[in-house]
T-cell receptor, first 110, second 113 residues
C-alpha cells in the first residue's frame, strides 16, 4: 500500500500552459518534500514544507502544504520544456525514512 | 556546495556475484538512506542509518547488508545477485538538526547479467 498517492500519474501539456500536481495521504507528516528527477539521475530537492497551510514559491513553481499536513500540491505556471521530468513528493515523520509518492511524469511540449 | 557522492556510477555484474556500493554523505549529515528504483517506479526504501546505527529497515532483501562507518560514509553490500536486482540505487543523507530533508546522490546503476 502506497502511503502517498500522486495525481495525475502522467501529464503532457503544451508550453505556456499551467498545471497542478497533487500529493495525498491519509497520514500526517511533519515535513513534506518535492523532488524533480531526470532519467538516470538522482531526485533533486525542490522545496520542503513543514507548516500546515504553508505556501512556498520558487519562481514559476508554487507549493502548498495542506492545513492538516496530509496533502500537498505543486502548481507550475507557464510550463516550459525544461520543466519536463518526474516529480516526486516525499513525506517524513521521524527522519528514519522518507515515504515517496507514486510520481508524476510531466512532459512539456514546445 | 558539497553533495552526496556515490560510487561507482555504473556497475555490471553477473548473476550470483557480489557488489558493493558506496555513499559519502554531505559533510555534517548524520543520517544515510538507501533506496532502490526500478524502471518507471518511485524509489523504494531499503535501509537507513543514524549516527552509525541502523535506524529503519524497509524492503531490503536478506542477501543485502549495509553499514555506516565512523566517518559517516555507508556501504551497501549485495550478494548472490539476481537479474531482478538490476536497478538504480540511490543514497541520500540528512541531518536531524532543524528540518529533516533528504539530499540524494546521483545514484549507481547496477546491471546484473
Amino acid at each position: 500500500t502506497q502511503l502517498l498517492e500522486q495525481s495525475p500519474q502522467f501529464l503532457s501539456i503544451q508550453e505556456g500552459e499551467n498545471l497542478t500536481v497533487y500529493c495525498n495521504s491519509s497520514s500526517v507528516f511533519s515535513s513534506l518534500q518535492w523532488y524533480r528527477q531526470e532519467p538516470g539521475e538522482g531526485p533533486v530537492l525542490l522545496v520542503t514544507v513543514v507548516t500546515g497551510g504553508e505556501v512556498k514559491k520558487l519562481k514559476r513553481l508554487t507549493f502548498q502544504f495542506g492545513d492538516a499536513r496530509k496533502d500537498s500540491s505543486l502548481h507550475i505556471t507557464a510550463a516550459q520544456p525544461g520543466d519536463t521530468g518526474l516529480y516526486l513528493c516525499a513525506g517524513s515523520n521521524t527522519g528514519n525514512q522518507f515515504y515517496f509518492g507514486t510520481g508524476t511524469s510531466l512532459t512539456v511540449i514546445p | 556546495a558539497a553533495g552526496v557522492i556515490q560510487s561507482p556510477r555504473h556497475l555490471i555484474k553477473e548473476k550470483r556475484e557480489t557488489a558493493t556500493l558506496k555513499c559519502y554523505p554531505i559533510p555534517r549529515h548524520d543520517t544515510v538512506y538507501w533506496y532502490q528504483q526500478g524502471p518507471g517506479q518511485d524509489p523504494q526504501f531499503l535501509i537507513s542509518f543514524y549516527e552509525k546505527m541502523q535506524s529503519d529497515k524497509g524492503s531490503i532483501p536478506d542477501r543485502f547488508s549495509a553499514q555506516q562507518f565512523s566517518d559517516y560514509h555507508s556501504e551497501l553490500n549485495m550478494s548472490s545477485l539476481e537479474l531482478g536486482d538490476s536497478a538504480l540505487y540511490f543514497c541520500a543523507s540528512s541531518t536531524r538538526t532543524g528540518i529533516t530533508e533528504a539530499f540524494f546522490g546521483q545514484g549507481t546503476r547496477l546491471t546484473v547479467v
